[in-house]
């Protein structure tokens, strides 16, 4: 990588950190950065997962009150994330070079289509949870599909907020804050488990990984100050007709 790359990954990492804060979908930016300068697939993904650790995880403790009560569901749900996205990182390394870029267009509109539909699935969850106190008798069987959204996480993962929180709503009973927190969580300890998992595959683009998370941070800073200044819903509609233009091109490609 020379300088203008890491410059152009940089400023994509500061957006990227900018859009997570406001509206979700910012690896739909620097993922296709990261291989506009000559990653390649795979490692580009992975890279871009150790990159948004800390984005997870200074989400994690900002929603932390919120997870009172929920010990037992993170005893049962945190390690199934973890033991998920550990798998989708070993059937990520094991997909191949080839296949995963053949598979990217998808992967970039199924994460673009999943942003598109947030503010709905969050209306649609919100009115069937509202005013549920009461968590449901059968929180083993949230297990499985938690497990299922977290092979997701860990071998791609855009969008991946979006679908742990459409399961937990699917399959408990509690308040939509409440939810909201326990997806935080279990989304963090997807991206961390397959982040760990591939730093011993040495496909991590350390440099550019670094770089990314130092703007990751700035963005989210800069985001949380733009925050009732630009509305979400603009950006939101920014980024899936952006999602939408660069599968076009990987399929053009």
């Given amino acids: 990588m020379d300088a203008l790359s890491f410059i152009l990954v940089g400023l994509a990492a500061i957006v990227g950190g900018a859009v997570n804060a406001l509206a979700g979908g910012g690896t739909l930016i620097t993922f296709p950065v990261l291989m506009a300068v000559?990653?390649?697939?795979?490692?580009?993904?992975?890279?871009?997962?150790?990159?948004?650790?800390?984005?997870?995880?200074?989400?994690?403790?900002?929603?932390?009150?919120?997870?009172r009560g929920h010990e037992r569901r993170l005893w049962l749900l945190g390690p199934a994330g973890a033991l998920g996205g550990v798998a989708g990182g070993l059937l990520l390394l094991n997909t191949g070079e080839s296949m995963f870029r053949a598979l990217v267009p998808y992967l970039i509109l199924l994460a673009t289509g999943l942003l598109a539909v947030q503010d709905r699935l969050r209306a649609w969850l919100l009115g069937r949870v509202n005013g549920v106190k009461t968590a449901t008798p059968h929180e083993a069987w949230t297990v499985a599909p938690v497990f299922l959204a977290s092979i997701y996480g860990g071998y791609f993962g855009a969008g991946l907020s979006v679908i742990v929180l459409a399961v937990l709503g699917l399959v408990l009973e509690d308040t939509l804050t409440r939810l909201n927190a326990l997806k935080q969580i279990i989304s963090f300890s997807i991206n961390i488990a397959a982040a760990v998992f591939f730093v011993f595959s040495g496909q991590i683009v350390w440099p550019a990984a670094l770089v990314m998370m130092v703007g990751a941070l700035m963005g989210g800073v800069l985001g949380g100050r733009l925050a009732g200044r630009i509305k979400p819903e603009t950006l939101r509609r920014l980024v899936v007709t952006a999602g939408i233009i660069i599968a076009l091109l990987f399929f053009w490609r």
């Fill in 38 to 67: 000559g990653i390649p697939a795979v490692p580009a993904n992975i890279t871009n997962t150790v990159a948004l650790c800390p984005g997870y995880l200074g989400g994690t403790f900002a929603q932390i009150r919120d997870l």
